[in-house]
């Protein structure tokens, strides 16, 4: 069908879910079903570091409970990194690439002395590896890095366009040179995401406003690598009491304890339906 949703819930599983993840799940999953589409479930389980298999188990529980079953068994992200490397050394021959050995400490150190450029994830990195002529003995870990500003000439003006704020004119450039491969895990959220919503067809792509700002990121990507770009609806978070975002807010109860004490999941969900749909978003395809 035309204008058919492709839609993906894309929990990380390193904690348990909570009522902001089943809003998200469920606008994921209503617009799909509203558009004759597809609702997938992708796990972005590639933080070793973070992520516990438990997780996943309790994720797709939870779901299930909520009567949000997807059309696909999920994703694994930890399965598909191959195709990530095959990203990255496609970068890397563009010549867009760079190693970086810096630990945590040496850069906030380095950012002592350097002007100080600051993006929404904070402080862009200083840009001391970025003519770095190392040792070739050097055999510390190290990252890979987008040169930012190689990045930006090759792929020119860039811009997006959101179901909720329309058209968004991208400025990337504002990260500074971002982590594409990480030293301690592959790829980088950002490298990894903006794959695989290519690869699964993904649009338009629905998830919460706190990652509106990465958008920016992910559509240099889609330029430099030559992927679709799909159009996006960052959704309105749920706040807690206390003004936070939910998944930081102590208020926030796991779907999962709610679950194992009998409460109806497809209840709740309603009561999400009710509450929460925002005015000026039709459930309907662009
Ligand atoms: N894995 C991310 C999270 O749990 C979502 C990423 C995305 O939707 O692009 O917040």
Same mark, same amino acid.
């Given at each position: ?19 902001? +993840? ?6 994921? +999953? ?35 409970? &909520? ?6 068994? #999920?994703? &694994? ?15 890397? %021959? ?20 350097? =002007? ?6 904070? =402080?862009?990195? #200083? ?29 020119? =003006?860039? %811009? ?22 990480? !030293? ?5 959220? +950002? ?9 699964? +067809? ?36 749920? &706040? ?9 807010? !102590?208020?926030? =109860? ?5 679950? &194992?004490? %009998? ?24």
């Amino acid at each position: 069908m035309e204008n058919a949703a492709i839609t993906r819930f894309a929990p990380s599983p390193n904690g348990a879910l909570h009522l902001g +993840h089943a809003l998200s799940a469920l606008y994921c +999953h209503d617009l799909a079903r509203s558009t004759g589409g597809r609702f997938l479930v992708r796990i972005e389980d590639i933080d070793g570091s973070r992520s516990r298999a438990e997780h996943i188990d309790r994720a797709l529980a939870d779901l299930a409970w &909520l009567g949000l079953d997807p059309d696909e068994p #999920p994703l &694994l992200q930890s399965s598909c990194i191959p195709r990530y490397r095959a990203a990255r050394d496609r970068l890397l %021959g563009d010549g867009l690439l760079y190693r970086c050995w810096c630990t945590r400490a040496e850069i906030t150190e380095a950012l002592r002395y350097a =002007p100080v450029r600051h993006g929404p994830d904070g =402080p862009a990195y #200083p840009g001391t590896c970025r003519h770095a002529a190392r040792a070739d003995g050097e055999d510390r870990p190290y990252s890979w890095r987008l040169d930012m500003a190689a990045a930006l000439e090759r792929a020119g =003006p860039l %811009g997006w366009r959101d179901l909720m704020r329309g058209e968004v004119a991208a400025n990337p450039g504002r990260f500074g040179d971002i982590v594409i491969w990480r !030293k301690d895990a592959p790829a980088s959220y +950002h490298l990894a995401a903006t794959l695989d919503d290519a690869a699964q +067809h993904i649009g338009p792509v629905v998830r919460g406003a706190d990652l509106f700002d990465y958008t920016d990121i992910h559509v240099l990507l889609q330029a430099l690598l030559q992927l679709p770009q799909p159009c996006y609806w960052h959704h309105p978070l749920l &706040l807690g009491p206390d003004g936070e975002k939910l998944a930081k807010s !102590k208020d926030s =109860p796991a779907l999962e304890v709610r679950r &194992l004490a %009998g409460e109806d999941g497809r209840i709740l969900a309603e009561e999400l339906r009710a509450h929460h749909f925002p005015a000026g978003i039709s459930l309907t395809a662009p």
